[in-house]
């Protein structure tokens, strides 16, 4: 039962454009949400966050939008660049635990 | 520098040898965790740890076991691996006892049964 969803396993966007990265979850009791991104061979690291309390936190090229109605937040880059190809997990909170989705590799084509 | 160390980086073991992957923080976090990354299955929790003395399980526990006998250090156990076990596993710890915002991580200890 996944309950933190990222339907998309990849995404290409070419550099200057805007990546949108989506993400679904189910159970209305998580509170906070976070996106990770992950390079290869490395641990994810935090990226941005956002509070249910919220629809929208922004963090330099960072967006992300929380729509609770819907149970989805996205992860808007703007613009992309190289460095952001990675892989990006999307967590939400709830019970004493993180609970991710799958993982969208990002890549970034000059 | 603020880090959490997971040792080894890779091993490759046969079935049923217990082995141990070591997990350390230097920022006196009270919260630490272990996850597994499986294609196609993100991150899944393994056990959690909220401080030292207390674990709890998380979503695919079966097959590990973990100790908090210090507050810097969170080690797994596996007493009797099996090929099924054969993931990429990320140790993490994050500050206070909800303990669930940035969380930092580890860079991982890919392991392999056989």
């Known amino acids: 039962d996944q309950q933190v969803k990222q339907n998309s396993p990849s995404l290409s966007v070419q550099e200057g454009r805007i990546s949108i990265l989506n993400c679904d979850y189910t159970?209305?009791?998580?509170?906070?949400f976070l996106w990770y991104k992950k390079y290869p061979a490395e641990g994810p690291t935090f990226l941005i966050s956002?509070?249910?309390?919220?629809d929208k936190n922004e963090d330099g090229r960072f967006t992300v939008f929380l729509n609770k109605s819907a149970k989805h937040l996205s992860l808007h880059i703007v613009p992309s660049q190289p460095g952001d190809s990675a892989v990006y997990f999307c967590a939400a909170r709830g019970a004493q635990k993180l609970v991710f989705g799958q993982g969208t590799r990002l890549t970034i084509n000059p | 520098e603020a880090q959490v160390t997971q040792n080894p980086r890779y091993l490759i073991t046969v079935t049923g040898k217990k082995l141990t992957v070591t997990c350390s923080q230097n920022m006196n976090h009270e919260y630490m965790s272990w996850y597994r990354q499986d294609p196609g299955l993100g991150l899944r929790q393994i056990y959690y740890s909220m401080n030292v003395e207390v674990t709890d399980k998380g979503d695919v526990p079966e097959g590990y076991k973990v100790s908090r006998k210090e507050k810097r250090n969170f080690p797994l156990i596996l007493e009797s691996p099996s090929p099924n076990q054969t993931s990429l596993y990320f140790c993490?710890?994050?500050?206070?006892?909800?303990?669930?915002?940035?969380?930092?991580f580890g860079q991982g200890t890919r392991l392999t049964v056989v």
């Open positions: 993490a710890s994050s500050f206070g006892s909800i303990g669930l915002t940035e969380a930092f």
């Open positions: 956002i509070s249910s309390i919220k």
């Open positions: 159970n209305s009791m998580f509170d906070y």
